[in-house]
């Protein structure tokens, strides 16, 4: 069964004003993290020490239809 993941994930300034929301279909929060970081071109991967952590915390939700696993939407600063 799939999960939808609503991922907050900022990085706080001085060291950066990089982050946005993921909405992400996984089958966990592992695959979640996978396909934030495989999908991302942003270049901002030294910022995803604590995206694990927000991935934890996201608000998550039960698909109860056939869904593939991918981001949904983002909005990234």
Same mark, same amino acid.
């Given at each position: 069964?799939?999960?939808?993941?609503?991922? %907050?994930?900022?990085?706080?300034?001085?060291? #950066?004003?990089?982050?946005?929301?993921?909405?992400?279909? *996984?089958? %966990?929060?592992?695959?979640?993290?996978?396909?934030?970081? #495989?999908?991302?071109?942003?270049?901002?991967?030294?910022?995803?020490?604590?995206?694990?952590?927000?991935?934890?915390? *996201?608000?998550?939700?039960?698909?109860?239809?056939? *869904?593939? #696993?991918?981001?949904?939407? #983002?909005?990234?600063?």
């Amino acid at each position: 069964m799939k999960t939808l993941f609503i991922v %907050d994930h900022f990085v706080p300034f001085p060291q #950066s004003e990089y982050g946005g929301v993921w909405n992400v279909i *996984a089958d %966990d929060e592992d695959e979640c993290f996978d396909v934030i970081t #495989s999908e991302d071109d942003s270049n901002y991967f030294e910022y995803y020490g604590t995206l694990r952590e927000n991935i934890s915390k *996201a608000y998550k939700y039960t698909i109860t239809s056939e *869904a593939e #696993s991918g981001i949904v939407t #983002s909005f990234l600063t």
